[in-house]
């Protein structure tokens, strides 16, 4: 059981439910998720029962405009929600991740393309922001082809985001900024669902593979998340990238503060074999719990101060600079980075069981490592961030 009692609010009251207590209402459900870990993972997919639970809270309303109805939170508020969340369970942890990211979407979207996808702006949708469709325009919409990966939260939603690039005479159609990218959003009726999520760690996200052959898509659901004319407020004036790899290294630090927690727990009944000493007494364990709890406790103030520096910029009508998103992408791939380490600590202190399938301490190492995989928090940024730091410009086309 995990002793984490992250801060999701500031002066007792949720930034983005203000009158309403958040707080209470997620933390009210959080037993329930550590009650089920083990079948998520096993199921490898979220139950939609447990999923309409955690929407009853409010969570998925956080990114949607106040004009349609949300909340519109800050920017730090959503990585509090996320970092708790994943501290009881990393796979609900990503997709609650996720689909507070595209609850931000309406930011981006036509009025009538809002009220359709979103009438419920309680519940979840999935997004695969990868170009790897194929689209061709026509009257009224777009006629859409492609296979997708890593679709997390398709098994229990009602609506997908994909991304596509427009086709003229069988290529790419250009533009100054390169290919011509568009998103859509499509009822998961008329995708098909491979099961291909056979994974080393998140195992429970659903994150399978999609398709689609020839499905109209009417213009009033095709947007670019990448487009310059999103909505003037704050929330949807931040460099698109700056909440994807913040909000994952969120979901880290979440699994990585599970992880020391329990650890610390476990520690007085753990006894050494032969010895019969306890952890708690063994040098070695101290010594790298409390570096475990520095590093970690470091990489987090890290990753919200960044974050609040961002914030404040673009809240006062700015906008973020270069610099400011390189020291975004040092702290977000610091903090995935260090909780893997911190989750690697814990199970290694925690001895032979923590191999079996039914102990947290593998997951948590699990679903930290294959979060140092993702493109978004790849070793790549590393070098893009030290070239802005030295009055370079990245080489990635969106930083």
Same mark, same amino acid.
């Given at each position: 059981?995990?002793?984490?009692? =992250?801060? /999701?609010? &500031?002066? %007792?009251?949720?930034? #983005?439910?203000? $009158? +309403?207590?958040?707080s209470?209402?997620i933390?009210a459900?959080?037993?329930?998720?550590?009650?089920?870990?083990?079948?998520?993972?096993?199921a490898?997919r979220?139950?939609?029962?447990?999923?309409?639970?955690?929407?009853? =809270?409010? /969570?998925? &309303?956080? %990114?949607?405009?106040? #004009?349609?109805? $949300? +909340?519109?939170?800050?920017?730090?508020?959503?990585?509090?929600v996320?970092?708790?969340?994943?501290?009881?369970?990393?796979?609900?942890?990503?997709?609650?991740?996720?689909?507070?990211?595209?609850?931000?979407?309406?930011?981006?979207?036509?009025?009538?393309?809002?009220?359709?996808?979103?009438?419920?702006?309680?519940t979840?949708?999935?997004?695969?922001?990868?170009?790897?469709?194929?689209?061709?325009?026509?009257?009224?919409?777009?006629?859409?082809?492609?296979?997708?990966?890593?679709?997390?939260?398709?098994?229990?939603?009602?609506?997908?985001?994909?991304?596509?690039?427009?086709?003229?005479?069988?290529?790419?159609?250009?533009?100054?900024?390169?290919?011509?990218?568009?998103?859509?959003?499509?009822?998961?009726?008329?995708?098909?669902?491979?099961?291909?999520w056979?994974v080393?760690g998140?195992?429970?996200?659903?994150?399978?593979?999609?398709?689609?052959?020839?499905?109209?898509?009417?213009?009033r659901?095709?947007?670019?998340v990448?487009?310059?004319?999103?909505?003037?407020?704050?929330?949807?004036?931040?460099p698109?990238?700056?909440?994807?790899?913040?909000?994952?290294?969120?979901?880290s630090?979440?699994?990585g503060?599970?992880?020391?927690d329990?650890?610390?727990?476990?520690?007085?009944?753990?006894?050494?074999?032969?010895?019969?000493?306890?952890?708690?007494?063994?040098?070695?364990?101290?010594?790298?719990?409390?570096?475990?709890?520095?590093?970690?406790?470091?990489?987090?103030?890290?990753?919200?101060?960044?974050?609040?520096?961002?914030?404040?910029?673009?809240?006062?009508?700015?906008?973020?600079?270069?610099?400011?998103?390189a020291?975004?992408?040092?702290?977000?791939n610091?903090?995935?980075?260090?909780?893997?380490?911190?989750?690697?600590?814990?199970?290694?202190?925690?001895?032979?069981?923590?191999?079996?399938?039914?102990?947290p301490?593998?997951?948590h190492?699990?679903?930290?490592?294959?979060?140092?995989?993702?493109?978004?928090?790849?070793?790549?940024w590393?070098?893009?961030?030290?070239?802005?730091?030295?009055?370079?410009?990245?080489?990635?086309?969106?930083?």
């Open positions: 059981m995990t002793t984490t009692s =992250t801060n /999701i609010t &500031r002066d %007792g009251a949720s930034a #983005a439910s203000a $009158g +309403d207590d958040f209470a209402r933390h459900v959080l037993p329930r998720i550590r009650e089920r870990r083990e079948e998520i993972e096993r490898r979220l139950p939609r029962d447990l999923v309409d639970e955690i929407s009853a =809270t409010g /969570i998925f &309303r956080f %990114g949607v405009p106040r #004009a349609y109805g $949300g +909340d519109e939170a800050e920017f730090p508020d959503f990585l509090r996320i970092e708790t969340v994943a501290a009881a369970d990393g796979s609900t942890g990503w997709c609650v991740a996720n689909g507070m990211l595209i609850s931000m979407t309406p930011g981006f979207m036509k009025e009538d393309g809002v009220r359709e996808v979103f009438a419920d702006i309680s979840p949708r999935a997004f695969v922001v990868e170009p790897a469709g194929a689209a061709v325009e026509e009257e009224g919409g777009i006629r859409l082809s492609g296979r997708w990966r890593f679709a997390s939260n398709v098994t229990h939603v009602d609506w997908i985001g994909l991304g596509c690039m427009i086709m003229e005479g069988g290529e790419p159609r250009m533009t100054e900024h390169g290919p011509d990218i568009r998103h859509v959003f499509v009822p998961v009726s008329e995708i098909e669902i491979h099961d291909t056979h080393s998140l195992c429970g996200t659903g994150s399978f593979d999609v398709s689609c052959k020839d499905v109209f898509v009417p213009a659901r095709v947007f670019s990448f487009a310059p004319d999103a909505r003037p407020e704050p929330l949807y004036q931040l698109v990238l700056a909440p994807v790899a913040s909000f994952y290294a969120a979901v630090l979440g699994i503060r599970a992880a020391l329990e650890l610390i727990a476990h520690a007085p009944s753990k006894l050494q074999a032969m010895t019969m000493i306890p952890l708690t007494e063994k040098p070695v364990a101290q010594v790298e719990i409390a570096r475990a709890e520095g590093e970690l406790s470091a990489a987090r103030s890290y990753l919200y101060d960044t974050v609040d520096d961002m914030w404040q910029t673009v809240s006062a009508g700015g906008t973020a600079t270069l610099r400011q998103e020291l975004l992408r040092i702290a977000s610091q903090a995935v980075e260090v909780a893997a380490r911190v989750a690697q600590t814990a199970a290694r202190h925690a001895g032979a069981s923590a191999i079996f399938d039914a102990s301490f593998q997951r190492m699990r679903d930290t490592e294959v979060l140092t995989h993702h493109m978004i928090t790849a070793p790549h590393w070098e893009d961030a030290g070239r802005v730091l030295m009055g370079l410009q990245p080489i990635a086309p969106l930083f």
